[in-house]
């Protein structure tokens, strides 16, 4: 498996990773705890997991191989920008050493 994160600077981090959780949980499994702001959103093809706190929001993306990890990436990075469409939100993902 193969692994990036991407920090995204934000005050309304913990309403995106609701938004997020919440709009995949109608097709595929999530997992969402808003008071301890963790997501998980697990697609066929891999895996989000998301972090909320004061900084914005962290995204941990994890697939097999370098494609389906982007495929991962530009999923959940389309989502955030529709969703926070009245911000100018950046999003770099950055490779991570597998856990």
Not at 21 to 43: M, S, V, W
Request: glycine fraction near 6%.
């Amino acid at each position: 498996m193969i692994q990036s994160r991407a920090m995204v600077a934000t005050a309304s981090g913990r309403r995106y990773l609701g938004q997020l959780c919440k709009h995949f949980a109608h097709k595929i499994p999530t997992e969402l705890d808003l008071d301890a702001g963790n997501g998980r959103i697990d697609f066929p093809f891999g895996t989000c997991r998301l972090k909320s706190d004061a900084e914005g929001l962290r995204l941990d993306a994890e697939a097999a191989d370098a494609d389906t990890l982007e495929q991962v990436q530009q999923v959940i990075e389309s989502h955030l920008i529709r969703f926070a469409h009245r911000e100018d939100l950046t999003m770099t993902w950055a490779s991570t050493p597998a856990s």
